[in-house]
């Protein structure tokens, strides 16, 4: 092998080599069994709760008298395979129903993680950089708030106001936030004190330009990857508010209503109560294989295993 051909290869090393923490993480999650199932269940049942209510012909509101209490296929005498996972006390379709109810869990609870993650983020990272006044401003509003539980707070605003989807996710948002800047907080005083930041001081560099453009990239993707977590959260919440009648309003249907209207049937009609619940069982659960399997990733790429 000629000086001329290691040289023409050398360069190509370090870039076959050298891969952002990120796509690392991305990477040893994807290797983990759990992620792979949690990823191909929850996009099956996105899929699923996108496409199948827009190209079928059964309506999740639509009562038909005569065919109420219609059971699962299979499971009972009165069963038809035009609805296969049986029919309420109002001959509403269950899987229709169920399957509505789980896209607008998905929209709430994606919609709210983003949001949370935006607003408690950002106001971190401006507290953590900026510091002085600033710092305990912010840190005191967010001890303020932390003091309140979420879900209390989210009934007692949610009680005075009318429940729509966006309102949810407003409400959501704003209880969930000071978490988040809380860490964000603590990971830009970290940031805040290394080398590079103070040669990008000397070289001229404002406090913005180091936030948004050095300091935010190592900070915000290993909160993100735990922010997948909260997605589960977030729906678990949104089912409680529909339970309480606080949530999406009927005749929308969504897994909280659902459950709460199916409570006096559970004996002879359990399928009611139990359709939605095992969809958003199944879904809660894909979602924390991913999120559970991305920390684990991001605690051995930042461990260095």
Not at 175 to 180: E, I, Q, T
Not at 216 to 222: G, M, T
């Amino acid at each position: 092998m000629t000086a001329t051909t290691i040289i023409a290869e050398e360069p190509a090393l370090p870039a076959a080599r050298i891969r952002s923490v990120n796509r690392r993480i991305m990477a040893a999650a994807w290797r983990m069994p759990s992620f792979r199932i949690g990823f191909f269940i929850f996009m099956a049942l996105l899929l699923a709760s996108a496409i199948y209510p827009e190209v079928s012909s059964v309506s999740a509101t639509k009562m038909v008298v005569k065919d109420k209490f219609m059971s699962p296929v299979f499971l009972g005498d009165k069963w038809t395979w035009d609805h296969l996972l049986g029919t309420d006390q109002l001959g509403r379709d269950m899987l229709m129903r169920s399957l509505i109810g789980l896209r607008y869990s998905l929209l709430v609870g994606v919609v709210t993680v983003l949001l949370i993650f935006v607003i408690g983020c950002g106001l971190g990272l401006f507290a953590g950089f900026k510091g002085k006044w600033w710092d305990t401003v912010i840190m005191r509003i967010t001890d303020a708030q932390l003091s309140i539980p979420m879900i209390i707070l989210a009934i007692t605003i949610l009680g005075v106001s009318r429940p729509t989807v966006p309102t949810i996710i407003i409400v959501l948002a704003l209880s969930g936030w000071p978490l988040y800047a809380r860490v964000a907080r603590s990971a830009a005083v970290t940031e805040r004190g290394k080398e590079y930041v103070r040669g990008l001081r000397v070289l001229g560099a404002g406090d913005w330009r180091i936030l948004f453009l050095f300091a935010a990239p190592n900070i915000l993707p290993p909160i993100a990857f735990v922010a997948v977590l909260d997605v589960a959260r977030m729906m678990i919440f949104e089912a409680i508010l529909g339970f309480l009648g606080l949530g999406i309003q009927p005749p929308t249907p969504s897994f909280g209503s659902i459950i709460a209207d199916s409570r006096k049937y559970l004996i002879n009609a359990w399928w009611i109560a139990t359709t939605p619940g095992v969809f958003l069982a199944i879904a809660l659960t894909s979602i924390n294989l991913m999120g559970s399997a991305l920390e684990k990733a991001r605690n051995r790429i930042y461990g260095g295993l």
